[in-house]
């Protein structure tokens, strides 16, 4: 490759993560120049780091090259989307954009400097992420920081933040110090070395400070882990073996709560989520798990050798106790044994000794920007006009401290608020504030409270922004103004009809709560969580009901159609469905049967069939309770141009 060509793009994407990946073939398919600048050497950050158990909230929030990344994850396995999957799987889709995209890649070099102009980066310096030693300057017009950390906003001199805010800075209830619940240790167990003596000292991981008041903020981190894959599969297996810097120590308090409360099985203590070929997704879960509480809080700020000991450490923390759960003998026999049926998987991240490299960064600087999201705008308060993205998670927090409380060992700092239907965000939440940095775009360490990052920081949401910070840098570009300049509604039509960045003809959606394009007869009850979107209807009686969706086609062709099944109780083993392709009547009945049985862990599109819609006509898709043996759902209606 050229050096021109190498070192002075129209875009520089600094971060190799989901929204590093997805930016820069977004701009790429733009037909602008794109570097992408990776400090490790695997792409994809979480999605092909472990966490193959997506968190999604609602999946209407998932658009664009987002939502054409679960695709490509669902052909793999024969389906129509999967969000369910192996880490070796993303990776490789990952690495397909890129080759797609014809997309330079920098690996293994890390930032060392920004050079300004004015209130621009002027270029950016790169050095070995091995050895320190300068590298490559770039020099682009536009960049976009997609890192967990925010690096280059940092170096950039754009205000940020870290930790908790009280709750009196956006009049908030969850932010701050928060003593609740869930994944909390039941009262009673004794922090101390030797049970009710203070000067034996504390067991490992427990800290020195007292509980402040409710709501207060403060610098402290929440807790990361590691999203673990293991496998089940004998032919597939690697033995746990003792990890080197072993201390069974540090585990202690984990006997203490299985004493207190004695499990059945593994998911006391561990999140096992399973994935496809016999692997899982390991998460945490319980007072006592794979998040190491307390032991991050210098990573945000730190230095790359002081972050390199931090993720050492929860490396050190995390292989040990999976070995101590299937080795200590002091660990209950049946768990002992189940734990041994798991190991590492022999066909994932076979060049970095059968580890992910990617530590689970919750959390880490966070951008005061030029509008910052907070807690009322995802409980739908406050709604932005200005809407290039959507967030549907709970407002989530891990763990940010474990502390002596009244004798005895307590967590602090989850949360978890749910009932969050989808919300905007704003494009002015991943721009710097005016004249700080103005060809600058921050979609992962974006604006936002602590506990509203909590429910946007999803990695499909992540992909969301930046595909938008992507078309925004291109427009900026092409009209020669700051990014805080573009035309943000000339940016939300881009986002609308051309979603996957090539041109081709975007979906049709018609969904429930649509204003128009929906008919509905009879008795039907409005539930607002589990749909796609804000709602489905639910019919229980027995008296008729309809519920039509009727497309507008703009473009002649062939459509794969798709109806959306939340899963309820009592659902009907079939439902009727009435196709009119604007000539002819189609009734059928759809067996709700295999929708059931599919392994998905949330409501699914379901196929009606490839069917040819002339522009202009009339067609529509009804469903009703004609052939109902329980309760019919109507949600929404997708139909998806066939190339």
Request: hydrophobic share 35%; charged share 20%; net charge neutral.
């Amino acid at each position: 490759m050229p050096q021109s060509q190498t070192n002075n793009p129209d875009l520089c994407v600094y971060g190799g993560t989901s929204a590093g990946v997805i930016a820069a073939y977004a701009a790429a398919s733009l037909h602008r120049s794109v570097i992408l600048v990776e400090p490790g050497h695997r792409l994809g950050g979480l999605s092909s780091g472990g966490l193959g158990f997506t968190d999604i909230g609602n999946k209407y929030v998932v658009t664009g090259l987002a939502r054409d990344f679960y695709r490509r994850i669902g052909r793999h396995y024969g389906r129509f989307e999967q969000w369910i999957f192996e880490p070796k799987v993303a990776d490789s889709i990952f690495r397909d954009y890129i080759k797609r995209g014809k997309i330079a890649v920098i690996y293994d070099q890390r930032l060392h400097a920004v050079r300004r102009a004015g209130a621009s980066i002027a270029a950016i310096q790169l050095e070995s992420s091995a050895t320190g030693a300068p590298a490559l300057t770039i020099t682009a017009k536009q960049y976009i920081d997609c890192s967990y950390e925010g690096d280059l906003m940092a170096k950039a001199g754009v205000s940020y933040t870290t930790g908790r805010e009280d709750n009196n800075t956006y009049h908030e209830t969850v932010d701050g110090v928060q003593l609740k619940e869930k994944h909390q240790f039941p009262d009673g167990i004794d922090p101390y070395w030797i049970a009710g003596h203070p000067e034996s000292g504390l067991l490992w991981g427990i800290g020195t400070d007292s509980l402040l008041p409710g709501g207060t903020g403060d610098k402290r981190i929440q807790a990361y882990n590691f999203r673990i894959c293991l496998t089940n599969d004998p032919a597939n297996r690697i033995d746990i073996t003792r990890p080197e810097r072993y201390d069974s120590t540090r585990y202690e308090l984990l006997l203490r709560v299985l004493a207190t409360h004695p499990p059945k099985t593994l998911d006391a203590f561990l999140k096992m989520d399973l994935m496809p070929n016999h692997k899982t997704d390991i998460n945490n879960n319980g007072p006592f798990s794979t998040d190491m509480i307390g032991m991050n809080y210098d990573y945000p700020d730190g230095d790359y050798t002081t972050r390199e000991r931090i993720i050492q450490a929860h490396v050190d923390y995390t292989k040990g106790l999976l070995f101590f759960i299937g080795h200590d003998p002091r660990m209950p026999e049946h768990l002992r044994t189940r734990m041994l049926g798991w190991g590492y998987p022999k066909d994932e991240y076979i060049s970095t000794g059968h580890w992910t490299k990617q530590l689970y960064i919750r959390e880490a600087r966070r951008m005061t920007g030029a509008y910052i999201m907070t807690q009322d705008n995802c409980q739908g308060k406050t709604i932005v006009p200005d809407g290039v993205g959507q967030g549907a998670y709970n407002m989530d927090s891990h763990n940010a401290e474990r502390l002596v409380v009244n004798g005895m060992v307590k967590n602090e700092g989850d949360v978890q608020l749910h009932d969050i239907n989808p919300y905007p965000i704003a494009y002015r939440s991943i721009i710097p504030k005016t004249g700080q940095c103005n060809n600058l775009l921050v979609p992962v360490c974006l604006s936002a409270s602590h506990m509203a990052y909590g429910s946007i920081r999803m990695e499909p949401v992540f992909m969301v922004l930046a595909q938008s910070a992507a078309y925004a840098a291109c427009q900026a570009i092409a009209r020669r103004c700051a990014i805080q300049d573009i035309d943000v509604h000339a940016l939300q039509q881009s986002l609308r009809i051309d979603p996957l960045a090539d041109g081709s003809p975007a979906e049709i959606l018609v969904d429930n709560d649509d204003s128009t394009g929906v008919t509905r007869t009879g008795d039907w009850t409005r539930i607002t969580t589990g749909g796609y979107g804000p709602s489905f209807w639910l019919h229980s009686s027995a008296s008729p009901a309809t519920v039509q969706f009727t497309p507008v086609i703009s473009v002649s062709g062939n459509y794969a159609v798709y109806t959306y099944i939340p899963r309820v109780h009592h659902a009907s083993t079939r439902t009727a469905i009435a196709i009119f392709d604007g000539k002819t009547t189609v009734e059928k009945d759809l067996d709700m049967g295999g929708v059931r049985v599919s392994g998905q862990t949330s409501g699914e599109w379901t196929s009606l069939g490839t069917i040819h819609f002339a522009k202009g006509s009339n067609p529509y898709i009804r469903i009703s309770n004609a052939s109902d043996d329980g309760d019919v759902v109507a949600d929404a209606v997708l139909f998806v141009p066939i190339k």
